[in-house]
């Protein structure tokens, strides 16, 4: 069978998703292994430090008692006269009460041959008194060296416990031993309330304390023959087979603490040896939760990888398709190239013309206001002749004060003009200045001076209602006479044919802080069919040939530059009942100036 690339190719994809997956178990799972390891090392050596604190304490404890037996006048005397029943019976009720209160396993006199002279057992079965104990190493080590220690099984008892020695001397000469018993079961009992197992080892390397019994008196290593002699001269674990325990040492974790196999488990074990005496305290911790627990976080680290891998294959899979929408994408781009660019063109042309377009609407309505300004021009300028030639004729007669009069007369005509020329100024070209607080009445009154000539000429009434008089807004001010200018001239021009003709302008301040001027009149209103047209361009209620309908599209655009909004509709019913008439009304909303700041 032939293998194809493709194939090959996948197969190498999901050899190496399982070699990532297997190497995310391995690892997390040594991860958590070690972590467990450190977190049950800590914890073991807490535990042998408060065992060892607590042991060693036991072990010193009955130091005390051979010292304060040799100062007794009872023990020296026995020692000097054994056959004496009386000192022998005294001696033994002595070291009753002693013991009592010592609370120590066993306490007894030897002689220096070795034999139990006195004990605080004398009147309970399986008593020492009596008894050879030369053999014992504690007896052998206080007769050699003044003290000793010895841990073994009792000769009579059959109890394992501590013991310790003290030669009682008489001017260089000994006289006997006294020895103390300690149990240390009550240590063991302790112990096994404690998580996992706890171990002493003595000199030989045998277990001799253990909360697990099938560990007592087994040797960790076979003993030698040289040990075994000892074993059974001393005697010290009774008749205990010593077993060697099957115990492999695994590895090294740190100092005193390493991974041991007993008896076939894993085990960590952690070490350190007494102060008081020649063994070494061992703690032993299963590590079968642990390497359970090892095993799950490597299945959770694999799962991850996997979820990460499946992860990387959708998103994958997600680009794979982003990539041939895209090449789609550009293929319908490519196909509407073409067109694209002749839409282009053609708006293109369309705005141009819808320029020019706007462009002659201005050129006209500035040629209609032209012609009505011409008399507005004429008068003034016929008066200021008539007053300069006067004041002529004044200054020869010295009239000064008729004079100054006719000058600033002649002045506030030149103002008119002034302002005059300035809307004509102002209509035809753009301002580029931002908005700025503009008097609502001035712009008013600016537009009624454009605007007299044609509502004389048709018999218009203006009528103003400002509240508060000083209301302003923020406008541009060149921008807001033209749109003022513009809808006050085609509502005098709809009123041409009515028989009541009002223009009225009102401007209030309302509650959401912004301007409202709305200018009505007593006109036919706006016909139904044009309404929803209004501000279309070229949307015209005129005659052939008397507007291009620009003019409200125009006044729209001006307002929304200065962030207000244009609006129109027919006057309704309730303003015919006052007598008002009929006919249209604009409202013009823009921000309202702050009242601090001055127009």
Avoid at 79 to 91: F, K, Q, T, V
Avoid at 101 to 121: C, I
Avoid at 480 to 498: K, Q, T
Wanted: aromatic fraction near 4%; proline fraction near 5%.
């Amino acid at each position: 069978m032939t293998i194809t690339p493709r194939t090959l190719r996948s197969v190498l994809r999901w050899s190496a998703a399982l070699v990532l997956v297997a190497l995310a178990a391995l690892v997390g799972q040594r991860i958590a292994l070690q972590a467990g390891l450190a977190r049950l090392s800590e914890a073991a050596e807490h535990r042998l430090d408060m065992i060892a604190t607590g042991l060693d304490a036991e072990l010193t404890r009955f130091d005390y008692l051979p010292a304060l037996l040799e100062m007794t006048p009872v023990v020296p005397e026995l020692l000097r006269a054994p056959g004496d029943a009386s000192l022998r019976d005294a001696a033994n009720r002595y070291l009753a009460g002693v013991n009592a209160t010592a609370r120590a396993e066993m306490l007894y006199v030897l002689d220096a041959g070795g034999t139990s002279l006195a004990a605080s057992d004398w009147d309970r079965p399986g008593t020492t008194l009596g008894q050879d104990f030369s053999f014992r190493p504690y007896m052998i080590d206080a007769l050699a060296q003044g003290r000793g220690h010895f841990y073994g099984v009792g000769i009579t008892s059959r109890r394992p416990g501590y013991y310790l020695s003290y030669a009682l001397r008489r001017e260089q000469a000994i006289l006997g031993v006294v020895a103390v018993k300690i149990n240390l079961e009550d240590n063991e009992s302790a112990w096994r309330k404690l998580p996992g197992d706890v171990v002493v080892v003595d000199q030989r390397g045998v277990v001799i304390l253990s909360t697990r019994d099938d560990l007592k008196f087994r040797p960790l290593l076979p003993l030698d023959a040289l040990q075994r002699a000892e074993v059974l001269r001393s005697r010290p674990y009774g008749e205990a087979a010593l077993a060697p325990l099957r115990w492999e040492r695994i590895q090294a974790l740190g100092p005193g603490v390493a991974l041991v196999r007993v008896e076939g488990a894993d085990k960590l074990a952690a070490s350190r040896m007494l102060r008081h005496a020649p063994w070494q305290l061992m703690t032993i911790d299963d590590l079968a939760a642990l390497r359970v627990g090892a095993r799950n976080a490597g299945a959770t680290a694999a799962l991850a990888m996997v979820a990460l891998l499946l992860l990387g294959v959708a998103l994958w899979q997600r680009r794979r398709a982003e990539r041939q929408k895209l090449a789609n994408q550009a293929a319908l781009q490519a196909a509407h190239d073409n067109l694209e660019s002749m839409v282009v063109a053609r708006t293109a042309q369309l705005r141009a013309a819808q320029d020019e377009l706007v462009q002659a609407g201005k050129m006209a309505a500035l040629g209609q206001m032209s012609a009505g300004l011409a008399h507005e021009l004429n008068q003034p300028l016929t008066a200021m002749r008539t007053l300069s030639e006067s004041a002529a004729i004044l200054l020869d007669h010295g009239r000064d004060d008729e004079v100054r009069g006719n000058l600033q007369r002649i002045r506030d005509m030149v103002d008119r003009l002034a302002r005059l020329t300035s809307q004509l100024k102002t209509f035809s070209h753009k301002s580029r200045l931002g908005p700025a607080p503009v008097s609502l009445a001035h712009a008013i009154g600016d537009a009624r001076v454009i605007v007299a000539s044609a509502a004389e000429k048709h018999g218009v009434q203006i009528e103003v209602d400002i509240d508060p008089p000083q209301l302003a807004v923020m406008a541009d001010e060149a921008a807001l006479g033209s749109v003022l200018v513009n809808l006050m001239r085609n509502a005098i021009e709809a009123m041409e044919h009515m028989p009541q003709r009002v223009l009225r302008l009102e401007g209030r301040l309302g509650a959401d802080g912004r301007a409202v001027l709305s200018v009505s009149d007593t006109g036919p209103g706006i016909r139904d069919d044009v309404a929803p047209r209004l501000f279309e361009p070229f949307v015209t209620t005129k005659a052939a040939g008397a507007g291009l309908g620009l003019g409200l599209v125009l006044c729209a655009q001006l307002v929304r530059a200065m962030n207000g909004g244009l609006r129109a509709a027919n006057r309704e019913d309730r303003d015919k009942d006052k007598g008002e008439g009929g006919g249209a009304y604009f409202v013009v909303d823009l921000p309202a100036a702050p009242p601090s700041t001055p127009p």
